[in-house]
């Protein structure tokens, strides 16, 4: 059986953000790989007024409890409030997931 997968997803306001987060969390072990998507746009209300930013997109592969890895990714987040979503993977190709696990000192 494999290791079993988590992807979670952040955003931050800026490239230097996202790449400062993506290797904090990769050399501590907290995830084994993150993907940075940019630029995405968001629109949303924050505080009664409408925001409309362009922001970069994490996504976070990790065999960590999503918990744990909350709690890395809260500590290093600029954010007030982050946006935070995680989800077990479906299907994992066996060889990906080990190596995930070992990523993310879980093997």
Do not use: N
Request: with cysteine.
């Amino acid at each position: 059986m494999s290791t079993p997968v988590t992807i979670a997803l952040t955003t931050v306001g800026s490239e230097e953000d996202a790449a400062r987060i993506a290797r904090h969390l990769v050399e501590t072990k907290a995830a084994a790989c993150v993907s940075i998507v940019c630029p995405v746009r968001s629109v949303y209300s924050w505080k009664g007024e409408m925001q409309d930013e362009c922001e970069w997109l994490l996504l976070i592969k990790t065999a960590r409890p999503a918990g744990e890895l909350h709690d890395a990714l809260r500590s290093v987040h600029p954010y007030e409030v982050p946006e935070f979503l995680a989800f077990p993977a479906s299907f994992a190709d066996e060889a990906y997931a080990k190596w995930v696990g070992e990523g993310s000192g879980r093997e």
